[in-house]
């Protein structure tokens, strides 16, 4: 039986990539039964998605800087 530890690295590899059949069954069932685990998984996702918008919002900005870098050019 998985305990909580290797579920914790379990949710871990399960944000970077998809866990095999018998990693989702451990990982499920474990999760069935333990509360503290249930809400570090939700937690997990929640870093996860944040991760992504920052990181979106990073590339977003860079571009901003670059396209004002390289702005018309205002020879009068």
Do not use: N, V, Y
């Not at 333990?34 to 992504?52: I, K």
């Amino acid at each position: 039986m998985l305990m909580c530890k290797g579920a914790t690295r379990l949710m871990s590899l399960k944000q970077d990539r998809r866990l095999t059949l018998q990693e989702r069954i451990s990982l499920r069932l474990h999760l069935s039964m333990c509360g503290a685990c249930r809400q570090c998984d939700r937690q997990f996702s929640l870093l996860h998605q944040l991760g992504a918008r920052f990181e979106s919002h990073l590339a977003d900005a860079s571009g901003e800087d670059a396209s004002r870098q390289a702005g018309p050019d205002r020879s009068e």
